[in-house]
Structure formats: structure tokens, C-alpha cells
């Protein structure tokens, strides 16, 4: 068998582990929410607030759509045409077309490049954001956290370019197998890694002081039988009015993290009922879940692009020799663009099936339908969410089921429905 058959069986078996696996471990069957109680719950929201509301995000929609518009655009100018490919030779001149240079500088280029198009678009939204007093940052703030997060990029990026590309020269009709391998362990490693090196960049956790509310989070752990090594707050005020909390990692660096914002802006109990959710996600290991879905997808992709290297057209439209030179890099960059464009709605729709789970999780653990419900009403208030957003933009973006989805799967659970 040609390494090409056998890449191609690979990724054959690598597609049906995926879909097994997700049709197995995703909770496709969502408790009930029905539509007539999310509109009972949309009826009951103060108007005024839901106008706000829907005022913050149709501000926003023509800077966001412009953004992927132009990103998009960006992508695949530079991928389909050879102006990526020279911007890499480009990078690379000044150190004798050296291949590390043209992978590390010229990835990092081309990345560059697309991102100051859209930089113009992210400063439209971040006005907006200030205006409805959702971001509390400076222009100075925000400058710093958008260099901390190319500097993050661009060490995670960089590395991983460089491991791509010294694997397809180490290994020139293989390099799909390792490479595959390998983006699988970086997947797994950055789950493990990203919270406890690339978090602290942005915020300070602090563990929670001790008190009646850490004493009842970890006793709520403890019942729900969660092994949980802290619950730390993170110093989102900062940044943001906006509350949040969420649970990362796992194994031994899982932690329960609640914005400071949180504290300040919500009842104790709806505190509670936060951490209730954020158990549920514990409990039903969805880090780890998204894990190894990441890391299988992310070994499937290596090997469609290394099948995809293989299309004669498809490499002369880059301006490249093959998928295994840095040259390749915005070709490379174009087809990930496009596979996150197409994949965002199914991810979307595994994410808000997850969330789902972890509320009714909640609504169980704490049996307490109402304060459940006040903190849904609680979150979507703060952060201005809009309470039931048009169809289409909740299948393409929604990452969770929308407030009047979730205030109705409390109504529905508190009249016994499950
Ligand atoms: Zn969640």
C-alpha cells in the first residue's frame, strides 16, 4: 500500500471513531424547553432591557460580519493566489531563505497580515462594547491585552509550525502519520497547559476567601461528588462588567473559576447555581470530551491536508511545490479558515447540547427551579445578551442554549418535565 492509501484509510477510520464517539458521548437529547414558556419568560423581561439589549447586538452585527467577511477574504487571498507564499520566501530572505525562518517568520507573517485587516473592525467593536458599558478597558488596556494574546499566538503558532514543518522534512512520505500524532499531543497538551501558563496572562485568580459562599461551593462539589481542588476568582472587573464562570482543565489542574463580577453583581445563590452548572461539567468530564474530540479532529485535519497536497491545481494556485514546504503556510492557513467556517455550526450545536446538560445538571443538584432561573435572567441582564436571538445566528454562533431556552428548561423541570 502507497502511503497515500494508507493515509486515506486513516482518515476513513479517524471520521467514523469521531462520529461514534460524539454520537455516543454528546447528549444530542436536550431536556425539554418549550417555546411557549420561552416566550412567557421573553413576555416577563422588563422591555426596555430586551431593547437594549437587542440594540447592543444589531450594533455589533455589521462589524462582526465585516470581520469574518474580510478575515475570510484575507485567508484566502493569500492562500489561493501566491501573495502568501511570497510573503513567506519574503520573511525567510534575510536569513539565507533558511526553512525554519521561512516556517516560524513567515507563519507568523502571514497570520500578521490577516490580522491588522481586521484589527480596524475589532477597535469598531471594542467601541461599542465600552459605550454600553459591557467593557470597563481603556484604549491603553485593550492595546496590551491584544498584544498578549498575538505574543500567546504567536509562541503556540510558531511552535507548532515549526514541529509541522521539521516533521515533513524528517519524514517526507510519513509526515501525515507523525503529524497527525502530533496534533493530537499538542491538542492534549494545551488542554492540560493552556489554563494553569496562558490563563494567568489575562487574569489573577486568587482562591476564593474563606467564607459561607466557599465553604457551601465546596460542600455542593463534595455532594455532587466532583473531586475539585479550588475554586479560584478571576479579576475580570478589570475588564469586563460582563459575569461569567466556567471550569477548565482536568485531572489535576481542574478548577472552577467565578468572576469577580460575579461576586459583586449576583446573589449569593445564583453564585450557587453558577457553580451548580460548572459542576456538571465537571462531573461529565466535557473538557475531556472536548479533548479528544479536538485532538481527533485536529489529526483528521492534518491528514486531509496532506490528501489535499496532492491536487496539482490546488498547490500551483498557492504558488507552492507541496504541503510540506513553509511556502505552503497560507495555503495551509486558507483551508483551516474555511474548515472552521463550515465546522462552527456543528460545534456550536455539540457546545449548546453540553451546556444544556450541565443546566439541568444544576437544576438537579440544587433543586432549586427558581434561583435557577433568576441567575439565567441574572447573566443575560449583565452581559446584555440578546434573550432569544434570530434563528439563523443562534445555529451559526450560539454556544449556548439562549436565556428564554434556559429560564424555559427551568419552568419545564420544576413542573417535572425531563
Ligand atoms: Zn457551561
Redesign the pocket.
Known sequence: MTPRLWAACTLGVLVVVLIVYAALVIPWHRPPAPRADQLAALGQLPRDQVQRAQAFHSELRPGSYLSLAVGLIGALLLGLTPLGARLVSFAGRPFGDHWIAQAVLGGLLVVLVVEVITLPLAAWRHTIVVRYGISTQTWGAWAVDLAKSYAVGAVIGGLALLGFYTVTRLAPRWWWAFGALGAAALVVLLSFVLPVIVEPVFNKFTPMEQGPLRTELMSLAARDNVPVRDVLVADASRRTRAVNA?VSGFGPTRRIVVYDTMLTEATPDEVVSVTA??LG?AKRGDVLVGTIIGALGAAAAVIALYLLGSLGWLLRLAGTESMREPRSIALLLALVTLAGLAGGPVQALVSRRI?AR?DAHALELTGDAATFEAMQRRLGTVNLSDPDPPTWEYLMYAS?PSTVERMAAARAYARGER
Open positions: 466556567y452548572h460548572e461539567h451546556e450541565a449556548h
